[in-house]
């Protein structure tokens, strides 16, 4: 059985893909608005019901590499509502 540890790796792309629609919405929004600010943090307590159900602990690194992941699947989100529009 892998340790918690190994589930890393899964859990950030789990955190990236869960954020890409969020972002998508997110780019489509005046930029500090409710809105925004909604599709920003609407996926905060998905994240943390990922986190704990994998067992990955709030360690310094792991928290480095989950808000990467959150922040790459909200960027990504918007390079893909971009994309799409100029289309």
């Known amino acids: 059985m892998l340790s918690p540890e190994n589930h890393l790796p899964v859990l950030a792309l789990s955190v990236a893909l869960v954020n890409v629609p969020f972002g998508y ?48 699947g909200q960027y990504a989100g918007g390079v893909l509502r971009r994309w799409r529009e100029a289309r």
């Not at 600010?37 to 480095?64: D, E, K, M, N, Q």
């Open 25 to 72: 919405w997110r780019a489509g929004t005046k930029k500090l608005t409710l809105p925004w600010f909604v599709a920003v943090h609407a996926p905060v307590p998905i994240v943390v019901v990922l986190r704990l159900a994998s067992g990955v602990t709030w360690r310094l690194s792991a928290f480095g590499v989950l808000a990467g992941a959150f922040f790459t």
